[in-house]
């Protein structure tokens, strides 16, 4: 069988034609589980078609520790591919329409690095802020990430002082920050922006954290309850405002530019 037509639900366990799932917006047609999606899929899906004008495609990290593992280095790592411009880094970021409505939008990748908070990724996202203060729109972030990029070691943990900065500087300004939180949203960026929004929406059954359930576990020595980190642990728990299914996420998001009157 050619590889990648086909992929198996880790739910549901059903064999699923990888076509069928995309054009189902990645989402199982068996039990409705939301497949993880790159950032320029996402980007598509949300915003109305052709509206998108991306901020800094070019921007790349300078490496600043020389990072090599193995035989593998950094640097070569996130060599910019001018054909996949959009996709090389950890974020998209740009201005928008969204059900007609104008917002400043970031979309993180996880294809790339695991979707990992490097410079990059903050300067996209401060830049994405100062627009949206400029013009007064709402901003809106699609999170999914592995956390901190270890690559750039502490600039990249510096990262999340400096896009909490920028919302402080946002809600200063009286914008509307919407974050979204998608499978998964861990580490460092559960740690920063990620928990900052004005509202924060999850999309069904997505893992939301800080370190792993084993770290945990091991740490304080207690057994954790079922169903821990996900996201309808956390909206029971005060954490998340609203989950919503992947398909209502354009609309629900323009009812709540509604209705905060932005
Ligand atoms: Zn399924």
């Not at 999914?144 to 990029?149: H, I, L």
Request: proline share 4%; net charge negative.
């Amino acid at each position: 069988m050619p590889g990648g037509l086909w992929l198996s639900c880790p739910f549901c366990k059903n064999m699923l034609y990888k076509k069928t799932v995309d054009e189902n917006m990645g989402i199982c047609p068996e039990c409705e589980h939301h497949f993880r999606i790159d950032g320029v899929t996402r980007t598509s899906q949300l915003v109305d078609e052709g509206s998108f004008e991306e901020i800094g495609p070019d921007l790349a990290s300078n490496d600043p520790l020389k990072f090599t593992w193995g035989d593998k280095n950094y640097k070569d790592r996130i060599k910019v591919d001018p054909a996949q411009m959009s996709a090389h880094e950890a974020m998209l970021a740009g201005k928008a329409f969204i059900r007609g409505r104008g917002v400043m939008l970031a979309v993180m990748n996880f294809d790339f690095l695991g979707g990992s908070m490097g410079m990059v990724v903050g300067e996209k996202f401060c830049q994405a802020v100062d627009r949206a203060i400029e013009e007064s729109l709402p901003f809106v972030v699609i999170c999914c990430s592995g956390g901190a990029r270890m690559h750039e070691g502490l600039v990249a943990l510096q990262q999340m002082a400096k896009t909490s900065a920028a919302l402080a500087r946002y809600d200063e300004a009286k914008g509307l920050y919407i974050s979204v939180l998608t499978d998964p949203t861990t580490g460092g960026v559960a740690a920063s922006f990620a928990m900052l929004g004005d509202v924060i929406i999850a999309e069904p059954k997505a893992l939301i954290g800080f370190a792993g359930p084993r770290v945990i576990q091991q740490t304080i020595k207690i057994e954790l309850p079922e169903g821990f980190q996900t996201a309808e642990f956390l909206l029971e728990h005060g954490f998340v405002d609203m989950i919503v299914h992947r398909k209502k996420l354009r609309s629900e998001i323009g009812r709540l530019i509604d209705y905060c009157g932005k």
